[in-house]
């Protein structure tokens, strides 16, 4: 009745060798993430190692290899450096570092400054820069989306681009004695054909002590949220394993090994997304939605949902383990009571997980491709507003449920108050909070990709971003050059900076721009310099300063 049936096609990655790889750092291993981890609308495909509270350590190649790829950008990894390992057929890649080992530094400078970009994505030939297990890198840093100074590590399949986890091989650096703790149970009526304490809502418990009985009858799922831990550090970590048995037979398992980079959105099917909008509460679910293909889930015929038609006890246990083989057992039950299980009537046009969908309304139409939901949903719309709008308000309602990835939306423009059609964006109204989609104006329709659902309309943005200098008074002594650039409807889309008529690079994190080579600067001189920024509608700010 609830046996496992293995899913075919699971990551295969290499066997972990813990003797394949030496240590990135000079000093001992601690982690403030591992791999796994639950984020917003993605795993954490690395592994992050403290650096000591400060940036500017050295790093050193894991293993014999090539420089294959120098990632730099705003956000995100901020500077990475990717070595190609061919001996094992994996690649490992180092994030959020200050700057690369000096050949590479210099070169990817005159690529910088040859092609007047701060952004770039280089790929290597492998003869460019060879490299040799415990060789210097790079040094570590805070850059990019990063809340403190660490290095992020990954492993990466060469051929496929999947991620891998690198704990197995770096076991013998780490100590890991604690198992990991449950926090909280969900259990989950199946909608229309399963009640949770006579209700059609899901019930959460706390998982500190006993967990209280469910009173349940037809069909549900549990779903649970759990944290590692470590020794030597109060971080809390994903958890590598989780089971669950009804009645001692497996029913649910969910193991991270590897993640494909297609795979990452499929957290929001894997978790209770709604409770996370909601509470920022992680829960995994132990069931597998039907158009949620995610290759570490794992369940028999049933999904994982658990048929609750006798009225007894149900024993239910959770098996949490760690990468270090760490366990913990979770248990609790499901007490089966007869009672009535009311029919679910879905309010708004019901949208099936596995076909494309076309959505109209007069002066809009949404495509919702097929394998962009995890699940049958209701989609409400309405139409807001009045012909004196550039268009009209359209809400577009499916509660919390997510979208796998882009749908197209397009937008009848019904007045033209600017000629330029490059002016026009799609803009999705949060409460106060507004949020440019952008577009492209074809005829009297705007299309762009949307990957939310709310309440969208046509806006103009003829309005170009503002840019301020900081510590102006500084600059001829100290020549660490910094602007505030912000614009409240697009966005800063491209910018840069030239000083007495030559580029010079500067970085961007957040609203600030500062100077990367302040050396190229002269002293005891007079110097201009010319600031042009531009918006996500292609409104530019020029500005120029002297000191």
């Known amino acids: 009745m609830y046996a496992l049936l293995l899913t075919v096609g699971t990551l295969q990655a290499a066997v972990p060798d813990s ?8 000093f001992p291993l601690l982690l403030s993430a591992n791999f796994g981890e639950l984020r917003p609308n993605h795993f954490h495909d690395g592994i992050d190692i403290k650096t000591e509270g400060v940036t500017g350590k050295p790093i050193y190649s894991i293993a014999d290899g090539y420089v294959s790829r120098v990632l730099v950008q705003h956000g995100g990894y901020g500077q990475a450096i ?51 297990q415990g060789e210097l890198i790079a040094l570590s840093g805070n850059e990019g989306a990063s809340a403190g100074p660490h290095l992020h590590l990954e492993l990466r399949r060469t051929d496929t681009g999947e991620f891998v986890n690198p704990l197995p091989y770096f076991k013998d650096l780490l100590t890991d004695s ?43 799922y549990t779903a649970i949220s759990a944290n590692d831990y470590m020794d030597g550090t109060a971080n809390h970590y994903g958890v590598h394993s989780v089971v669950l048995y009804v009645d001692d037979t497996e029913v649910f398992r969910s193991t991270t090994d590897g993640v494909a980079p297609e795979e990452n959105r499929m957290i929001n099917g894997f978790i209770d997304y709604e409770e996370y909008v909601r509470s920022r509460r992680l829960l995994m679910r132990s069931a597998v939605l039907p158009g949620n293909p995610l290759r570490l ?30 366990r913990q057992t979770c248990s609790f039950v499901v007490r089966g009571r007869q009672q009535p299980v009311p029919p679910y009537e879905p309010e708004g046009r019901w949208l099936s ?19 962009q939901l995890y699940e049958d949903t209701a989609l409400q719309t309405e139409v807001r507003g009045d012909t004196a709008g550039i268009s009209f308000d359209y809400v577009l309602d499916m509660g919390d449920t997510p979208l796998h990835g882009y749908c ?31 577009g492209r104006v074809e005829d009297r329709w705007i299309k762009a990709s949307v ?58 994190k957040g609203n600030t ?28 700010t020029r500005k120029t300063y002297r000191f």
Not at 353 to 371: C, D, K, S, Y
Not at 517 to 540: L, Q, S
Request: hydrophobic share 35%.
């Open 297 to 326: 889930l794992q369940a028999g015929e049933d999904r994982g949902v658990v048929h609750i038609d006798e009225e007894r006890d149900y024993h239910f246990r959770y098996e949490l383990t760690d990468d270090f083989g760490n």
């Open 513 to 540: 721009l500062s100077i990367v080579d302040p050396e190229r600067i002269r002293k005891g001189v007079p110097h201009t310099v010319e600031v042009a920024v531009a918006d996500g509608c292609g409104n530019e």
């Open 353 to 371: 997980w596995n076909r494309t969908h076309v959505v109209q309304e007069p002066g809009m139409e949404l495509v919702i491709p097929r394998g």
């Open 178 to 220: 604690r198992p990991p703790v449950a926090r909280w149970i969900g259990c989950y009526p199946v909608r229309g054909k399963g009640v949770v304490d006579g209700s059609s809502k899901k019930k959460i418990l706390s998982a500190a002590a006993p967990v209280p009985a469910f009173v349940a009858w037809g069909d549900i």
């Open 19 to 26: 003797a394949l790889f030496a240590s990135p750092f000079r």
């Open 451 to 508: 990957r939310s659902l709310g309440t969208f309309a046509v806006a103009v943005d003829t309005v170009p971003p503002r840019v301020e200098p900081v510590g102006q008074a500084t600059w001829r002594t100290r020549r660490q050059l910094r602007f505030t650039v912000t614009d409240a409807q697009t966005g800063i889309a491209s910018y840069k900076v030239y000083v007495d008529g030559r580029f010079v690079l500067f970085a961007r």
């Open 408 to 438: 197209q939306l397009s937008l009848g423009i019904r007045h033209f108050p600017v000629e330029d059609p490059d002016k026009y964006y799609i803009v999705q109204k949060t409460g106060k909070t507004r949020t440019s989609m952008g």
């Open 82 to 132: 990717c070595i190609t390992h061919p001996s094992c057929g994996l690649t490992s890649l180092y994030g959020h570092i200050v700057s690369f080992a000096p050949a590479v530094q210099e070169f990817l400078r005159n690529y910088q400054y040859e092609h007047e970009t701060f952004v770039c994505d280089l790929t290597l030939e492998p003869d460019r820069f060879p490299v040799k």
